[in-house]
């Protein structure tokens, strides 16, 4: 099936300070969404290849892939690796075998799977990340700090961890890591505190994020699992401890 495109201003231009502003990020989720309401989707078809996309839309692909992140979080698109972006929700097959995972492990076995697979991931960013992936990942870092509540710092949280999955340039391990991070939202949330308000300025997760990215920045393989191992122990004893839940 052809998916009819949408018309397009003559250009998109870029920041010659660097990535695209908030305002232009919008801009770019505006332009998917309006690509994909004129499309006339129907739920389970799949989307264009990423590099066709951003051609039809006028749009660099790392802007396309924000838009489309923005999307899958709001339910709108599922991804699936090595097969494509689809419209709709995930099928209910995959829903299940999250739930089922979820209904049968608890904090301690997500902390322990996280330990095992993400500190692999972050060695590999260190091999395989470009230059733009690791400012993009300072960039997320400095909005972790910026974070006016929790629930925005968890955001720019899990984003920093997916783009680190992402500059490994493992496919199946960043799906791996799609399944844990599902299994981890509907395991540990619930048992994350309220108080106070926003992310403390000293919050440990700060430093530790700086550390792992100047690690993969420096191509150090061995500090960046280090480093990545390190802050997940520190995630699990604050999340683990009863008088001490801290948020990531």
């Not at 502003?21 to 739920?43: C, H, K, M, Y």
Request: overall charge neutral.
């Amino acid at each position: 099936m052809k998916i009819a495109a949408v018309p397009q201003p003559a250009s998109q231009p870029t920041s010659a300070n660097g990535p695209e502003s908030s305002d232009e990020a919008a801009g770019v989720l505006t332009q998917l969404r309006a690509f994909i309401a004129a499309s006339n989707l129907s739920p389970g078809l799949r989307l264009p290849p990423e590099r066709e996309l951003a051609e039809q839309l006028g749009v660099t692909r790392a802007e396309l892939r924000k838009a489309l992140a923005v999307l899958e979080a709001e339910g709108l698109l599922w991804r699936q690796v090595g097969k494509g972006t689809f419209y709709g929700a995930r099928p209910a097959a995959a829903n299940a075998t999250v739930t089922a995972l979820a209904r049968n492990t608890n904090p301690q076995e997500v902390m322990q799977a996280r330990s095992a697979l993400e500190p692999e991931i972050t060695r590999l960013a260190a091999l395989n990340a470009t230059e733009q992936e690791i400012e993009r990942m300072r960039q997320t870092s400095r909005r972790c700090r910026e974070a006016r509540t929790w629930r925005q710092y968890e955001a720019m949280d899990a984003l920093l961890h997916h783009q680190i999955a992402s500059a490994s340039h493992n496919g199946l391990l960043i799906g791996l890591l799609d399944i844990l991070n599902a299994v981890r939202r509907t395991v540990t949330w619930g048992r994350l505190r309220t108080e106070p308000e926003r992310p403390p300025p000293d919050h440990h997760s700060f430093a530790e994020h700086d550390r792992i990215i100047d690690a993969i920045a420096a191509r150090d393989l061995a500090e960046a699992e280090a480093a990545m191992r390190a802050h997940i122990e520190t995630v699990a004893r604050k999340l683990l401890e009863p008088d001490n839940a801290h948020r990531r």
